[in-house]
């Protein structure tokens, strides 16, 4: 029986109002958890270092990091790796979350799915899955993720969770490898009655190396793609119109990172995001609500010294830049990143103000 003293909202307006009070509250609503930096594919794009088994996480660990980010208010929670599945205890982990009443997004490759773990997922179904799909063919996708037989893996798990009807979305990296597959994938999973969104801003490991970067397509090709999808022209021609223009703030970090959002790496180190690891706090050694009423605050606090051109540019929130990604780049936090500006400036050009500008001449 529908009470008639209760509003009806869509989960859509919800989740705004929520973000907007969380926002100005600073609670910590969405976070995101890395189980594990290892994977049992060899990405040549991917950004995480595949070592270090030994300093992750342990159950116990995981389970306390999960009561406290619960306990300050998470309510969205992304799942993600490395693979978070080559955890021997990922669903032990997952089904504490779920417990907790969290909403879960699981981030995985796929191949390491089973009929027994689709199953479990169905019984107890995340709020989204979605699937990296690096190709529409087996020698683009395994070119890519180093491994022979992954593709055929990857369709594998694809099919056993839409055999069971979970909720799922394909996603890629485009890159120089698989460019020309990119509309292909996408019409492999309309056909499928899924979702699929791709990226290609490729940034360099966490290490430091930038090995990645060499697998970056032109920004001009980047555009084409964009052009190549209504959805997608009339989802940037709408992102131009809300934000375009300089940060309103003299802050070094302008991206809400921080503000109602958070990353936990799988050695318990917390951080801003999952880009700005530094600097990064460890919750094995104090308390997730000491991190985010003290930590975070000075961290965010920082302003620019000298010359910031990004502070000032007009495209800021077309390119991505934000200060953690300037640091992989250049070691430097304030430079821009040049890719990210060339980017900008020709998304500005074709669903922005100066294309405007160029029907009225």
Not at 16 to 25: F, G, I, M, P
Not at 52 to 77: H, P, T, Y
Not at 302 to 315: A, F, M, R, T
């Amino acid at each position: 029986m529908d009470c008639p003293c209760m509003a009806e909202v869509s989960y859509a307006e919800f989740g705004k109002q929520l973000n907007s009070r969380a926002n100005s509250e600073r609670i910590p609503v969405c976070g995101s958890v890395e189980l594990t930096f290892r994977c049992n594919l060899r990405c040549v794009h991917c950004y995480c270092n595949h070592d270090n088994r030994k300093k992750e996480m342990s159950f116990k660990e995981s389970c306390n990091i999960l009561d406290a980010v619960a306990q300050a208010g998470c309510l969205w929670l992304l799942i993600t790796g490395g693979e978070p599945l080559l955890r021997d205890d990922f669903l032990d982990i997952y089904t504490y979350a779920k417990k907790k009443g969290m909403i879960i997004t699981l981030f995985t490759n796929g191949t390491l799915l089973t009929p027994y773990i689709a199953g479990y997922l169905k019984e107890y179904p995340p709020f989204m899955i979605e699937i990296s799909l690096y190709g529409a063919t087996a020698g683009t996708y395994e070119k890519v993720t180093g491994i022979s037989g992954s593709y055929q893996r990857c369709l594998r798990g694809i099919n056993l969770l839409r055999e069971r009807n979970l909720p799922l979305r394909l996603k890629t990296m485009a890159m120089t490898l698989n460019q020309d597959e990119v509309l292909d994938m996408e019409k492999f999973a309309q056909r499928l009655g899924l979702e699929f969104r791709f990226d290609a801003a490729i940034n360099p490991k966490l290490s430091g190396s930038k090995e990645p970067n060499a697998f970056r397509i032109p920004p001009e090709k980047i555009i084409e793609l964009d052009l190549a999808s209504q959805k997608r022209t009339a989802e940037w021609e709408k992102f131009c119109q809300e934000f375009w223009g300089p940060a309103d703030s003299d802050k070094l970090y302008v991206c809400g990172g921080g503000i109602s959002s958070f990353n936990i790496d799988p050695y318990g180190n917390v951080s801003i995001c999952a880009m700005a690891r530094d600097p990064a706090f460890s919750l094995r050694h104090a308390s997730f609500m000491e991190y985010w009423h003290n930590s975070i605050p000075q961290a965010l606090s920082q302003k620019p010294q000298g010359n910031y051109q990004c502070g000032s540019c007009s495209l800021i929130s077309l390119c991505g830049q934000c200060p953690g990604w300037a640091r992989l780049e250049h070691g430097n936090p304030q430079e821009p990143v040049e890719y990210l500006c060339r980017i900008a400036q020709l998304r500005a050009q074709a669903f922005g103000r100066e294309k405007k500008s160029k029907r009225l001449d």
